[in-house]
């Protein structure tokens, strides 16, 4: 049975967003995790893994109604909306998600770093 998130709490030091559920149970979500593991349709449309994301934060976080919450990450991502169902089901399975996550950037030759922008003036 699903549970329903009572409190959020975004470390902004650590970049850990603690979710806390009604059946007592608490997750520690990284910014990363979270962004990487986003609802939106465009993220899961991508065939290659949301790469560079290792220093991403979160810059809001805005409550839909009784059942969800948007995230606005500091890269300007902001589509995805996180149900309680869905945040307790990637909480739930983190360490799973985050080691497939891992293996899926090895392959597809992608990291976590942040990319840094490189211009030359002639």
């Known amino acids: 049975m699903k549970a329903q998130v009572i409190k959020l709490h975004y470390h902004q030091k650590s970049k850990i967003m603690d979710v806390y559920f009604e059946d007592d149970s608490m997750y520690g979500l990284s910014a990363e995790f979270l962004r990487v593991f986003s609802p939106s349709a465009q993220a899961k449309s991508q065939s290659t893994p949301v790469a560079h994301k290792k220093d ?3 810059d809001g976080v805005v409550p839909i109604g ?3 919450v948007r ?3 500091s890269d300007n991502h902001q589509s ?3 149900s309680w169902d869905y945040l307790q089901e990637i909480a739930q399975n983190q360490q799973t998600l985050w080691q497939q996550y891992l ?3 090895e392959h597809a030759n992608a990291n976590r770093d942040t990319q840094i922008p490189i211009q030359f003036k002639p």
């Open 103 to 105: 293996e899926k950037l």
């Open 71 to 73: 995230l606005i990450f």
């Open 56 to 58: 991403i934060a979160i």
């Open 80 to 82: 995805g909306l996180y």
């Open 66 to 68: 009784n059942y969800a």
